[in-house]
Structures are given as C-alpha cells and as structure tokens.
C-alpha cells in the first residue's frame, strides 16, 4: 500500500490478498494430501504386521500348546460334569426305552398287549413265496461277502 501512494491500488490490493489466499489454500491442499498420504502408509504398515505376526519358536509354541492343552482339559472336564450330571436324571430300563419310542409305535405296542399278546397273520400272504424269483448269494458267482461294492 505504501509503494503505490498515490495511485490507484484498489486492484493491487485485491490481487496481492488473492495471490496470499491462493498460497494459504495450496499449503493446505498439499497439508490435508500428506496427512491422506501419511494415514495410507499407516494403514499399509498396520496390514503388514497383521499378516507378519509373531515368528514361532520352540518356546513360544511349547508356550501356546500348554494353554491349549489346558483350555482342552477344561472343556473335557466341563462336558464329563455335565454328563454326569444328566446321567443322574437319565431314565433307565422300560421308562428309558417308552421315552425314545415314537409315538405311533406306542400305540401298536399297546394294542399287541391288549389284544393278550395274541396277533393274527394271514399265512396267504407268504404262500406263494417261490413266485418272487428271490436270488440267494450263494448262486450269485460275483459275489463277495468281504467286498461290500460286490453285486
């Protein structure tokens, strides 16, 4: 302002506040693309130690496999406890057996011993039994009792 005195200096006023706001936005332009820049190289480094991890060696496996050997204990005593416990509730005998029967084979079970342990079989049904062409394994020459792919 004191080197254009008397002149008019309206426009080198404003040109000189806009070259300095030019510079102060590019300073922070180039600012905010560093820190960009700067948190990228963090991230990158940060995958890098991920994938990296610890190197194993003898101590720090025999280390890790004793914590892992002892948590595996615990889960094994925690699930015997457990057993144990519903052992001591588990139905034994003909109440353990009627508690896993379905419910339709509950009903044919008491009607077999309703009807006084008696059933009726229509012997006609197996008379004509020869007509079924049944092979026996013995005939068959392929055979193979071991081999469970056999014909």
């Not at 009726?120 to 013995?138: G, N, P, R, T």
Request: hydrophobic share 35%; proline share 3%; net charge negative.
């Amino acid at each position: 302002a004191e080197e254009n005195l008397g002149m008019v200096m309206i426009f080198t006023l404003v040109s000189a506040v806009q070259e300095k706001l030019n510079e102060i936005v590019d300073q922070i332009k180039t600012r905010r693309e560093e820190e960009k820049k700067q948190k990228e190289r963090e991230a990158e480094e940060e995958e890098k130690q991920r994938f990296h991890g610890t190197p194993v060696t003898i101590e720090n496996f025999l280390s890790w496999k004793a914590k892992f050997d002892a948590e595996l204990l615990e889960i094994k005593r925690k699930k015997m406890k457990e057993e144990e416990q519903a052992g001591k509730n588990k139905l034994s005998g003909i109440f353990g057996f009627w508690y896993c029967v379905p419910a339709c084979m509950k009903i044919n079970i008491f009607l077999f011993f309703a009807a006084g342990n008696s059933v009726e079989v229509d012997e006609s049904l197996f008379q004509e039994m020869d007509d079924l062409e049944l092979e026996d394994e013995e005939d068959d020459p392929d055979y193979n009792p071991v081999n469970l792919d056999s014909d």
